[in-house]
């Protein structure tokens, strides 16, 4: 009869993932999300060009709430994807390895790319 | 043979190459964007068919999909331990990529 003899432990809820754990998840989530949002951007992008009409049509996806929303979750994946990546890449080249560097840096992309997204998302049109 | 070419140490500096051109791209393009967001379709056409944009933009496009083929690509391999499955997956990121090329390098042309 197999038995579990090590111990398990899986409760999310109580997890506690260092920071760097938490940037990197969602550096693969957002960037997911940015592979898959493709086929929306290109056409936003063929029908903005097709004329003023299929213009007005394009801007008119992005208003309202659902078009904020999907404003700053675009932004938002784009923004921390972007700003983890620099993070990446200047962690590669020796810069801000040792703790607490890594970690600062961590919270600063987790917390800036939100708000830098809040930015330029801009008003509910 | 051409998977081999994107494997490993490879990849690995494939997508740092890209991710510096795409960050540089996209710094420009938020920055133009929240500058002077583009207000008609004339505008935006205008933008994209200047011969220097066109050129960086088209890019621009190259350097997505190759970043998108590698990061997704390491996604599923860590994710998906089936064969059959992850072979399938593989073959359906190569084919949404290729199709979204395709498309964007008919835009691409229609503009210029």
């Known amino acids: ?125 | 043979m051409t998977a081999r070419r994107l494997a490993g140490f490879r990849a690995w500096v494939w997508q740092r190459a890209t991710a510096v051109y795409i960050g540089l791209f996209l710094v420009y393009l938020l920055g133009r964007l929240a500058v002077a967001p583009f207000d008609s379709a004339a505008a935006l056409r205008a933008w994209l068919g200047g011969a220097l944009l066109w050129v960086a933009f088209g890019l621009f496009a190259l350097a997505l999909l190759l970043h998108a083929w590698i990061g997704v690509r390491d996604v599923i391999l860590d994710y998906v331990k089936l064969p059959a499955l992850r072979l399938a997956l593989l073959a359906a990121v190569a084919l949404f990529l290729l199709a979204n090329g395709l498309w964007l390098a008919g835009i691409l042309m229609e503009v210029r």
């Open chain 1, 1 to 125: 009869m197999p038995t579990q003899t090590r111990p398990v432990f899986l409760n999310l809820l109580q997890i506690r993932l260092p920071v760097a754990g938490v940037l990197s998840i969602a550096h693969r989530a957002s960037g997911v999300i940015l592979f898959l949002a493709l086929p929306f951007l290109v056409g936003l992008l063929e029908l903005a060009l097709s004329g003023e009409a299929g213009f007005a049509r394009a801007a008119a996806l992005l208003q309202g709430i659902g078009g904020w929303m999907l404003r700053f979750l675009l932004l938002w994946a784009l923004l921390h994807h972007l700003l983890a990546g620099i993070r990446y890449l200047l962690i590669d080249a020796d810069l801000g390895v040792q703790a607490p560097r890594y970690r600062q840096s961590a919270w600063l992309v987790l917390a800036g790319a939100p708000l830098l997204a809040l930015l330029l998302a801009g008003g509910l049109t």
